[in-house]
Every structure is written in structure tokens, then in C-alpha cells.
């Protein structure tokens, strides 16, 4: 059913087209190219133009762009799968757990979340990349380490607004185990939030791989889009007239991180009235609320904080 | 459909007995809101679902009219088709809803909202999610005002003092917060907002729903003095039939998108004329009297995608003929039982039916085509 | 299996015990609160209340009056700030292990208000019955069994033809249909009282009277006792055997239905009575009382909660609280005007 919708919304579809290319490009890199080593060095002439030979060209080190190109595909998509797979899973962890704990669970947590949250990124990234090594595991570690804290404060917001429903204290009042209601009652009713995350911390993870790799803290040994960035700068590709070498796999980052975005808002779309038989209620009010708000050009927001403000006192001051 | 005919009814200050003088579809003077075959569709993905199937409807000035119905029955649709607050899904596929002889279904948006919130205010269902948690009534009370008025602070703030006094609520609470006040103080808060311009009509979406008995009863009671001190008129959208019963002149009942019954409350109470107002007005308990095992109203209403064929209550109908499943019945006139003329869309008052129970009348002895219109 | 038709209704419990009784139940909640003050809100104060077996009693009072705390603590979501709940006899307290827990949780479990909001929409509806049946019915050891009963506590409460509802997910039901759905999900542990908060307040009037029927009918065939919670003294007066009236966190009156309605004697219960819509009645006309502001029950003083609003109130209301004194054999009430203290 949601795969059906997915493919008839036309963002969904363009960015699923792309995603499925660059999945090829990874799976199966020998079908596209016939230079099978891309890394080796002095294979071709450097610096050719793009012909029938060379599609891209050839980098000053003499491989074939097009095929470095082809075989890039794979850690770039390894590294954002996994990364935005494990940040997925952490944020969904830590904000469902601080939510439906609460208390001095959630401080902590959230305390931690937030930290992380503010934390810039990016030199902290260059920091434990520089330290750990050079491997895509300490890539994957690194991006998941920085991008798990936004994921898990949405998370949080979520599991907040659905810790009350009725439906989850039905469940503690049937006599369920705790992770049986997390697990089995309140994830199942988030699986479309889950999957927007995912798709973001991917494409929060191709860019920023691709920026490590760029500045030299890639896997130097593995063809990769960022790498042939990183090489294309350091041979001053743009200023030996050779741009392609970077315009290449800039655009390949462009096109797989736009794939992820599409997909992305696709899902919004989608995934918001999947969710429907859950709050068709309050959407309704909520509509209601909104036509009035701007009747009297009031204001866009009384929706959902209000009805939970307006349930039993009691139940809130618990 | 309506005929001008006798004197114009001012604000009537006696509830109980402004239903007597009240006549369906003799209008007195120029009726204030004047609903013509409305029809409302929504617009899904199965094809158009009919929430409101023609339905006619004329309010005059300072009348209270009553809606009642289950939920699902097009009752809500038909308030806001009457606001003009639906939206798409939802759409107006036919009719006119005429205020002051308007139609407000063509007039042009702008137009639209300068009549709304000043001519005509709306109360919703829960005030809660109508006002914004983050800011105070006073600040709300002075956008409302803001967007139809260039009025001075000192205005804007006299006025909503001397409305929020109306509903007995202290203007102190001008400063407060919606969750600062009680469900009711809130609910009319609501009322006190759209009062703010003095409008001609209130249409009410079950206000009191959300409130327990006590604060209900009192609220209706407010509602019908500041009716009679201020002279608006209200249509007044409710599930409970026994809510409105002391405080509506005309109740009109609604079931899966049609009107079954409008007439006076008193008449419609005391003879009603179709067999679901009938088993509606059963099925709450009392609270004097004997106690008596109760029905309620077997099934559920009926989906409007697919509604029944024939009488669209035949399904769950204690006195269903084998006509009913077959025949639409039209608004019969039932005429003037309890004093007003009262219609009623049941086989068992089309002219030539000997009156109810005949239940095998081999068939229709009729040709049934007497187009018998709320006139 | 023993009806106690002749329940006591305080002091120690001689043989017989009801079903289950709380002994000066309390629970506060802090509100506002910063690191140095906080107020307590007495959300339930002094509650002693009984159940029998085969027994509808009805818990009525307003929004805040406490009567879905004492759902919330009888169903153990709350702990109790002080007093007792027993249980078949047992304090439940003494309850420990997860086995002794699901075995109270199955005797006593709890239909929610909403049930738009009580059924987890990504789930057919059988599912919180099935899951029910897993924790509480060990006795149903196959599949074909669990499917058979779940069909039958699905046509018990009405719905039919049960094969097809239980396939439907909740947003194909109607309102009424999934509140049948709720206690068919209790039924299901055959329980020995059913929990029911507001069940009915957020359906079609039309359809109330029949879920209302579904509890007598499950009262008198299967034996199931109920708390019935509503602010709807109407309905309560329809089903109930008896029926305990609170105001602010209080009981105020209670005693056998029918003498509580025909003379109500705390003033609170005489409001809640004439506020009742009836339309084969002439209106009266009385909203003062009504008007009033809700009672006090945040760091409350002794004395009646009900005095700002009531029209007797005299001046040992300001200052003393008023205890439940028998007015007739087994109705009770609180008032130092109508149930004056022997002696006072």
C-alpha cells in the first residue's frame, strides 16, 4: 500500500529512480564500466578530455574519471545506509525511552540529546576522525555519534504526544511488559516519523562523509566520491583546466543527497495521512480550529498542544 | 419555496411559547437566513459522499432552531455549509443559503468576510482548540475585532470587557490564559467572543458537548437570556435531543444528510411525527418515573457513501413497511398538531396513506408523486 | 459465587467481604511546582467504597471531582497516596510478583472515555483482545480456542457478525462499535469487575442506552460486577444497583440508586438531579450554584467543598469538614445541614 502511493507520487518517484541508480552503480559497478581498478595509477594518459574512451576524462593520475566515478558509488552508499540506519536506531532508543520514562530518565537524556544537539558537528567530526583513524567503521562511528540528537528529539516530541493515548495505558492496564508497549504498541504508530529519519540522517550522512573525505580523512585506500574530491583539489584540478575531475563527483553527491531529500518529503507527504486513523479526530478539530483562527486572523497554531492541555487535570498533574 | 405571510416575530422573550407562533414554512416577513436544497459533497477518493442531501431550512430574526441528529447524519456539514467554513474536501454542489437575501454560497470572499464574525458568529465544539493556548483572551478578543474594525485600544478593551461581562465572566480574565479557565468559563469566553459584534446569527457546534451536566444546563441558560437581552438568533447543532428541549423554538431533525422532522420543539417533542424522532426521544433514560428497559436505536446510521435504498431509516425503523424499502418519502406536511405546521419525511403521512400501521398494503395504492414541498 | 445482597457498608467487614472495597483511599498530585513550594492537589480524600459481586455501582460527579483518579487508582495506574484498596479481601499492596499483578489486572480490568483514542489504529481490533487472552487465559492453550472465544466475547457484546468485525481496523467502526470492542477486550479475561470510565459519555446519545444494556446484560449472564463512572446521573439511575456521588475529591452521598434519586439529600446531588436535561418536564430555572467556580481542592482546609456553591451552607461548613452519616439503612450522606452528625 505505501509502496503503491510512494510510486505514484511523483517527488517519491524521482527520487526513488535515482536512489535505485546509485544502488545499481554499488551492487553491480562492473556492468557500467569495463576499467575494473579505477585506483590504479598511470593506466591512461592523464588529463585527456572526455571522449568515447574516457566519458569524464582522465585524472592527472591517469584513471579513468568515469569509472572512479561508477565504483564511488558504493562506500558513499554504504557509509549513508548504515550511518543513517544506526543514527536511526539510536535516535529512536533514546527518544522514546526518555518519553515514555520520563522522569529523571528523560532529564538526563534529554539533557545529553540537546548537548549533542549544539555540539558543531562538523569540527567535532574532523576531531574524532583525525583521532580514530582512517576506516569507513570509524566514518560510520563518527556520523552516527553526531547525527543520532536531532532524530532523537523529534522522536521524543512524538512519543511525548502518544505517551497519553488511551490506547497505550489500555495496554499498561492489560498487564503488558514495558518494552512489549514501546516495541509493539508505540513504534508501530511512528513508523512513518522513523522513516523520514532515516532518510534524513542518510542524506545527512552522504554530505558529511563526503565532506570528511574531502578533507582528507576518508579511507584513502577506497574509490569514493568524496576521496576523488580530495585528490581533484590536491592535483589543483580546477586550475590545470581539468573541472570535470570535480564537477563529476560533486554533482553525484548533489544527485544521491537530492534522491534521499526527495524521498524524504515524499514520505512527509505520504506517511502524515497514513497516520490518519490515529488523530483523523484531532486533524478535523484542528481544521475546524484553524478555519476560525483565520477567520478572526487570529493564529496558526491552536492544534495540538491545546487538546493536551484540555485532558483531565489529574492525568496531567501526575 | 417560502411565501411571505404574516408579521415579523421580534426577539421572543418567552421561550416555552415562542414555538406556538412559529410556522415552518410561513415566513414571517423576510427570514434572516433562508437555506434552500443545500447540498454538500465530499469529495473522496470512492467517488462524492452526499453529507447534506437538500436540505431546506429558514431561521428568522431571534429565532433559536435546534439541529439534532447522530453523529455522521450531516448535521456539523450543514453548519458549516451555512458559516461557509467547509472546506475542500468538502464542497457545495447545489443550493443557496440566503442571509438577508444574500446568497452567501457566490458572494465573493471578501464580501463573505466582512458579513462573518459580524453578521454571523460560530461557537465550536471545544473552545479549547478554537482559542490559542499561547495567548491571553484579551489579545484574542483584539485580533477578532482588529480584522473587521479600525477601533482605538480603548474601544477594543471596553468592548471586551463589556462582553466578557455578558457571559459573567470577569474582565480580570481578559489577561488570562485559555487553560487558566474552567471548560465553561472557556466555552463562554467563546460565546463573549462572538458577541463581540453584536452578530444576528449564532450558529452553535455542540458547545456544550465537552462539559458535564451542571455547567451544560447553566450554559444553555445563558445562552437563551443573552438570546433574549441581545435579540440574535441561533441555530444550535446537538446530539442530545433533550438539551435543546426548553430552549429551541423550532427543531429540526436531521438523519443520514436529510431533515426527517423540522417543526415547533414543543410539537416535535410531544407528537413526533417521524419514527426516528420518535425512538431518538427514547433513548435517553429518564430521571423521574418509572424505570424502563430501553432500546436505544438498534444498528448504526447508515453510510453515506451507500445509503440505503428507499426510506434511508428503513434499516433500523421499529414501524418499517415493505414500501419504505423501496419509496423515498418526500417532506409530507403533517400539519398543525401541536399548533405550527410541523413536515416529516415518512411514508405514513403521504396524503392517501390511511395513516401508519397498515403494514401489508399489498402496495402503494398511490402513484406517489404528489410533490408535497415545506410549503 | 455468592450475591451479598445485604453489603456493610463501613467498620471491619464480617464474612462475606464484598468484592472490593477501599479503605480512606487518597491520592494528591503536586501541582505548580517549583524546587521550594508545591501545593497539593486532594484529588481523592477519605474514599471507603464497596463493591459487590453482581453489582453495578455508579461513581457519579463533575469534571475534577476525582471520580477518574479512583478508576485510575482501583486499576493501579496510580498508587495511592494513603489508605487501602482490598481486593476479594486482600490488600493490594501485599500484591507482589508480576503473577499476582496480572492475576488482579485480569480480575479487574478498565474501559477507557474515548474510544477513538483506546483502540492502537495500526492493529485489527482483535488485537488487544488476543493480547489480552495471551496474559490472562492460559487456560486457552490453542489457537482454535482463542479464536473461538474471541468470537464469542465479540458477539456477547453485541457486534456482529463477530467473524467479520474482528477483521476490521478501528477507524472502520463507529464509535459505539469500538466502545463494545473495549469491553469485549475486558470480557475477554473474565474478569470479576469491570472498570468503566465515562464509557458512554463521548457516544451518540442514541446509542448510549446501548452499551449501557451491554453492562446489565454482562451483570446478569456472566456475573461481571462494574464501577461505572459518568457525570450523567440519568444513566447512572438506568443501570446502577447503587451509587456513590463525589464532589472535589469527597464522597458526598451515597446508598442504594433509587433512594439516592427519589431523596437526594447533600444539596450537590440535588443540583446534579435538577440540572438533568428532561424535556417531559417544565423547566426550572436555577443557576446559581451552577454559576460558581470549581471547589477548592488544592491545598483544601477542613469543611465542605461543596459550600461556595451551595444554598444551605451554614457556618460549621467553613470549618468542619462533614462525614458521611446515614440518613436511611444504607444511604448515606455529607452534610451538616440535611445529615446533621448525632450529637451535633
Known sequence: MKFASLVKNRKALIGLILFVLTCLLALAPGLFTTDHNPGVYGVYPPNLGPSTGHLLGTTSYGQDIYSQLVYGARQVLQIALLAGAFATVLAVLIGVTAAYLGGLVDEVLSLVTNVVLILPTFPLMIILAKYAGQSNTVMIVVLVATGWSYGANQMRAQALSLRNRDFLEAARVRGERRSYIILFEMLPTMTSLIVANFLGSALYSVLAASGLQFIGLGNADAQSWGTMLYNANNAEALQGGNALWIIAPGVAIAVLSAAFALMNYAFDEIGNPALRPVRRKDLRRSRRAERLAARDAAHPNAEKGASDVDSDLYADAS | ?375 | MTAVDERPEAGPAPAGAPLLETRNLSRHFKVGGSLFSHQLLHAVDDVNLTIGEREIVALVGESGSGKSTMARLLAQVYKPTSGEIRFQGRDLAQLRGRSAQLKYRSDVPMVFQDPFASLNPVYKVSHGILRGMKLHRPDLTTQQARRAELLRVVSAVGLNPPEEIVERYPYELSGGQRQRIGFAQALAYRPKLILADEPVSMLDVSIRIGLLNVMAKLRDEEGVSFLYITHDIASARYVSDRIMVMYGGHVVEQGPTESVLADPKHPYTQLLLSAVPDPRAPLEVTTEAAKAEPPAVIDPKPGCRFRARCPLAVEACATVTPLLQPVEPAHKAACHVTAPAPGA
Not at chain 2, 264 to 269: A, K, W
Not at chain 2, 315 to 335: A, I, N
Open chain 2, 1 to 375: 419555496m417560502s411565501t411571505p405571510t404574516s408579521t415579523p416575530t421580534p426577539p421572543d422573550p418567552d421561550t416555552d411559547t415562542a414555538a406556538g407562533t412559529a410556522d415552518v414554512g410561513a415566513v414571517t416577513g423576510e427570514p434572516l437566513l433562508d437555506v434552500r436544497d443545500l447540498r454538500i459533497v465530499y469529495d473522496s477518493a470512492r467517488g462524492p459522499v452526499e453529507a447534506c442531501s437538500g436540505v431546506n431550512l429558514t431561521v428568522r430574526p431571534g429565532e433559536f432552531v435546534g439541529i439534532v441528529g447522530e453523529s455522521g447524519c450531516g448535521k456539523s456539514t450543514l453548519l458549516f455549509g451555512i458559516a461557509q467554513l467547509h472546506s475542500a474536501p468538502a464542497r457545495i454542489a447545489g443550493g443557496q443559503v440566503l442571509f438577508r437575501g444574500r446568497d452567501l454560497v457566490t458572494l465573493p470572499p471578501k464580501e463573505l468576510n466582512d458579513l462573518r464574525w459580524r453578521d454571523i458568529a460560530v461557537v465550536m465544539q471545544s473552545a479549547m482548540n478554537a482559542l490559542n493556548p499561547v495567548r491571553t483572551i484579551g489579545d484574542q478578543f483584539k485580533d477578532a475585532i482588529l480584522a473587521h474594525e479600525k477601533w482605538s485600544e480603548e474601544r477594543i478593551r471596553e468592548r471586551s470587557a463589556e462582553v466578557l461581562r455578558l457571559v459573567a465572566i470577569d474582565p480580570v480574565h481578559l489577561r488570562s490564559f485559555p487553560h487558566q479557565l474552567s471548560g465553561g468559563m472557556r466555552q463562554r469566553a467563546m460565546i463573549a467572543m462572538a458577541l463581540l459584534f453584536t452578530p444576528d446569527l449564532i450558529v452553535m457546534d455542540e458547545p456544550t458537548s465537552a462539559l458535564d451536566v451542571v455547567a451544560q444546563r447553566s450554559l444553555m441558560v445563558q445562552i437563551k437570556e443573552l438570546q433574549q437581552q441581545l435579540g440574535f438568533a441561533v441555530v444550535f447543532v446537538t446530539h442530545d435531543m433533550s438539551l435543546v428541549s426548553h430552549f429551541s423554538d423550532r427543531l429540526l431533525v436531521m438523519y443520514a444528510g436529510q431533515v426527517v422532522e423540522f417543526g415547533p420543539t414543543r410539537t416535535v417533542f410531544d407528537t413526533p411525527s417521524h419514527p426516528y424522532s420518535a425512538s431518538l426521544l427514547e433513548a435517553f433514560p429518564s430521571i423521574r418515573g418509572p424505570k424502563v428497559p430501553l432500546t436505544g436505536i438498534p444498528g448504526d446510521p447508515p453510510n453515506l457513501a451507500h445509503p440505503p435504498a428507499g426510506c434511508r431509516f428503513h434499516p433500523r425503523c421499529p414501524q418499517v413497511q415493505e414500501r419504505c424499502r423501496t419509496e423515498q418519502p418526500e417532506l409530507f406536511d403533517v400539519g398543525g398538531v401541536g399548533g405550527g405546521a410541523v413536515v416529516s419525511r415518512c411514508l405514513k403521512h403521504h396524503p392517501g396513506n390511511p395513516l401508519a400501521a397498515s403494514v401489508e398494503s399489498a402496495e402503494p395504492p398511490k402513484p406517489a408523486e404528489a410533490e408535497v414541498q415545506p410549503s
